[in-house]
């Protein structure tokens, strides 16, 4: 698709040109197609990401996201103009949190809702003009949890990473030439559906788990996400030692295929959201030991290439090819899923989920947020919630098939032999004849010959 007509913003357009062109992406490899249009998105190009990893060693940075901060030209002054509404936002941690914003908006009412608009400076110039000086003293708060001082940003504005701060620009390298998101946070809350208000008013029922028909206990595990949503407690982050706000990680991403159960690790919001569908060489060691000790940790349509792999991964490079594997099976489950939906086969796939989790709640104590450690009570419930909750389970879980029923995704399913093919055309005859038993069979070995191959493949 050209850059017409994907309708970008003028000044987004004029900032592209910008950016393509500087000598700090001169090396960057495939910035432009066959036609010489920008190809401003790649995402997974291998060449584009080693081009990024290479400079994360040679200036010894933490992530991509910093080299991106770092190798942005600085005529842009740290500004980068939205894709959709044009708006310029700071690539740099200088605009409150959400939480933290609304905090000192309600002691200041004449503060718009848009927090964007206010950068910390800024901020702390209105606030103290104010009568009352509760909100100077919350500022002053937020800073001294992290040992600042106002004149550490104050006039110079430092790139300060703290978990009460936030960018106008999240950092999406290497997918994004720049590596940064296409549009800014201004209108990320409609461009991104996942940030849609009614889909995070629900985070504490995580729709991933039905949407990648995941194994686990789904109530009793969303009900424990709540408990880490409601907690307000600050703790020292395992993953970064920022003082903050806990949130629950899948230890294994359910993207990947793995269970939806309650067991989560404590990471601030900042590691989690950065984690995204990669696991660590600590994360593998973790769900192995779970494993040694009766634990389920992996959807039962995941467990074939998860067991020919785990034992393999010797540091953090293999356990993120482990993710990229397991994140290629479990689209192709959902595609051949997609595919027995279509002919009819909802009353087989039903099989493998369990709406019955709904018929159980659970109250929580003792809840430590620092470790995730809990005590939990179970009870049986009988309301029309029950059945709501139950039904809303399987609805999701059957819709998000309808994505995977594209004729691009039909060709993507790795089957290379004809006995396989087959056996797959084999298996929807026998749901048609309600053969289950068979039909299982002919899934379980179709399962087993993807990963066989995904795992063998280069």
């Known amino acids: 698709m050209s850059r017409q007509e994907r309708k970008l913003h003028k000044n987004f357009v004029d900032y592209q040109d910008f ?51 770092q190798i942005h030209p600085p005529e842009l002054k740290g500004m980068k103009p939205c894709q959709v509404c044009g708006e310029e936002l700071s690539i740099n941690y200088l605009y409150l949190n959400a939480n933290s914003f609304e905090k000192i908006r309600a002691l200041v009412p004449e503060i718009k809702e848009d927090r964007f608009e206010y950068e910390l400076e800024n901020l702390f110039e209105i606030v103290q003009k104010q009568t009352s000086s509760e909100p100077y003293k919350l500022l002053a708060k937020l800073l001294g949890k992290a040992n600042l001082k106002l004149s550490d940003i104050k006039g110079n504005q430092k790139r300060l990473k703290l978990t009460f701060l936030s960018p106008g620009v999240m950092s999406n390298a290497p997918d994004r030439l720049d590596g940064f ?58 993953g970064c030692g920022t003082v903050s706000k806990m949130t629950a990680d899948h230890i294994g991403p359910i993207s990947l295929g793995f269970c939806h159960r309650m067991k989560f690790k404590p990471l601030c919001h900042s590691c989690n959201s950065s984690k995204n569908n990669r696991m660590t060489l600590e994360d593998v060691k973790k769900l192995i030991k779970d494993e040694e000790n009766g634990e389920q940790v992996v959807s039962w349509h995941t467990k074939s290439v998860w067991d020919k792999m785990k034992f393999q991964i010797k540091n953090d490079n293999d356990a993120i090819n482990l993710s990229v594997i397991m994140r290629k099976n479990l689209h192709q489950i959902l595609t051949i899923f997609s595919l027995i939906a279509e002919n009819n086969g909802e009353a087989f ?104 191959f995904l795992v063998s493949t280069p």
């Open 181 to 238: 998101h296409t549009y800014n946070a201004c209108c990320r809350g409609v461009q991104d559906t996942g940030r849609h208000k009614s889909n995070l008013a629900r985070y504490s029922q995580d729709r991933r788990a039905y949407e990648n028909w995941a194994d686990g206990n789904w109530r009793g595990a969303n009900r424990l996400i709540g408990v880490y949503a409601s907690c307000s407690q600050e703790v020292e982050c395992p």
């Open 19 to 69: 950016i393509v062109n500087h000598k700090n992406y001169k090396t960057l490899p495939n910035k432009f197609n066959s036609q010489g249009e920008i190809t401003w998105v790649k995402v997974k190009d291998e060449e584009r990401t080693v081009w990024w990893d290479r400079l994360k060693e040679e200036m010894n940075l933490l992530d991509r996201a910093s080299v991106a901060r």
């Open 349 to 452: 796939l039903k099989l493998y989920l369990h709406p019955e989790y709904a018929k159980y709640d659970y109250e929580f104590a003792n809840f430590d947020p620092l470790t995730g450690e809990f005590k939990a009570k179970k009870f049986e419930v009988d309301t029309k919630n029950t059945q709501s909750n139950a039904e809303r389970y399987i609805r999701v879980s059957f819709e998000s098939l309808k994505e995977y029923a594209t004729k691009e995704n039909r060709r993507s399913i790795s089957i290379k032999n004809e006995s396989t093919i087959d056996d797959l055309e084999n298996m929807l005859t026998y749901i048609r004849k309600n053969d289950y038993p068979t039909a299982n069979q002919k899934l379980k070995k179709i399962i087993e010959e993807i990963s066989t």
